[in-house]
């Protein structure tokens, strides 16, 4: 696709590091993550964000892992806001100390997302893999003490789809500007963990019911956002709005993505922003190609009226379960493969017990959750 007709990204997601106090079950980041360890300096990253701002990005999402773990985490946003970027900080909050939050949002910060695993403190810890509930809680409100936006980030699953009338009320207690209920996306981790996570009809039904309620009645004072699990939905749904169009993710050590997990994709040579600009890899690298627009599409995608709003699905996940990147998601109940869906409802009907995370075993992992637990301690306000 030529530089003229390849659309324009929207936002860049910034994923700082891969390190994380958290052992969360649905984690996104790699399976083989000790094969990440190698990280962009920062004088890479503030060309990354100047590059990213020449090629239409609007919103930069400081991401990780955890991103308050880099030092440098300050000069990314100063930098962020002399460009002109809207810049969200995607945290667990743990690692984060007020006078550090003040300083940030002198700096330009715009929006702070925090996570939210259950309405619990031992709710919470099961899928975290730590203490951390009240420390979330207590960031929360330093963001809207501060005047921040705050938005709060719960991914919903079988163990906590039933609290969502709960969340809701603790999103409210805490003054929250946007809520996201969002349900696990079973890739990564959270494939590996599918059985024990993926919840049954019921729970969803009764869930999106209160979700609707509350949207309403919420209208005006908080944005409530539930998206549906792609096992449960008839339709195959557009990841990311479609490969390689809005959205650029550019990982710790460097690789630029259309998504986060495409780098799992074989038969894809992805190319680093420390080899070649990211306009280039964004216009003409033929991994960023391979799946933009619809020339790709076999059927029922190709002849379907839907291919220019859903694009196929995803494109990890219809690798993930059918071995074919370019097959029809298997979500979609069009999808000559669907029957793997039904499968795995039927399977979580009988779930296993959970498949460890791989920051549970590390001494590397084990020591950022030290120095995660050291700062927040040290500077508990």
């Known amino acids: 696709m030529s530089a003229a007709s390849a659309p324009r990204p929207y936002t860049l997601v910034a994923e700082l590091t891969y390190q994380c106090p958290l052992r969360c079950l649905y984690c996104s980041n790699p399976l083989d993550y000790a094969r990440h360890q190698a990280s962009l300096a920062t004088d890479d990253w503030l060309r990354v964000l100047r590059q990213a701002e020449s090629l239409g990005v609007v919103q930069v999402n400081l991401s990780g892992g955890e991103p308050l773990l880099r030092e440098d985490l300050e000069e990314l946003v100063a930098e962020a806001e002399r460009l002109q970027l809207y810049t969200n900080l995607i945290t667990s909050g743990i690692p984060l100390r007020r006078q550090r939050l003040e300083r940030l949002q002198a700096l330009g910060l715009d929006n702070v997302q925090v996570s939210i695993q259950d309405v619990t403190a031992a709710g919470a810890e099961r899928i975290a893999g730590r203490r951390s509930f009240e420390r979330k809680l207590t960031v929360a409100g330093w963001v809207k003490e501060l005047g921040l936006p705050l938005t709060l980030n719960v991914v919903l699953h079988r163990e906590n789809l039933d609290h969502v009338g709960e969340v809701i009320a603790l999103a409210e207690r805490l003054g929250a500007d946007r809520l996201e209920l969002a349900n696990t996306q079973y890739l990564g981790w959270a494939f590996r963990n599918r059985e024990l996570l993926l919840p049954t009809r019921e729970q969803l039904t009764r869930a999106r019911a209160i979700a609707a309620e509350a949207r309403t009645r919420l209208k005006g004072r908080m944005e409530l956002l539930f998206v549906t699990p792609d096992y449960y939905s008839e339709k195959a749904k557009s990841c990311m709005e479609g490969w390689a169009r809005r959205f650029l993710v550019v990982t710790p050590d460097g690789l630029a993505l259309p998504c986060h997990l495409a780098h799992t994709l074989p038969g894809l040579t992805w190319q680093s922003v420390k080899d070649r600009p990211l306009a280039q890899i964004w216009h003409d690298s033929p991994a960023f190609n391979a799946y933009r627009g619809e020339a790709w599409m076999r059927e029922p995608c190709r002849s379907c009226e839907r291919r220019s709003i859903d694009f196929g699905g995803c494109r990890c996940q219809a690798y993930l379960l059918t071995g074919d990147a ?56």
């Open 326 to 381: 370019a097959a029809t998601d298997p979500t979609c109940s069009l999808a000559p493969r669907h029957e793997l869906i039904e499968a795995a409802r039927q399977a979580a009907q009988h779930p296993g017990p959970a498949v460890l995370h791989y920051r549970q075993a590390p001494r590397r992992a084990a020591a950022a959750a030290a120095v995660a637990d050291a700062l927040s301690d040290s500077h508990r306000e």
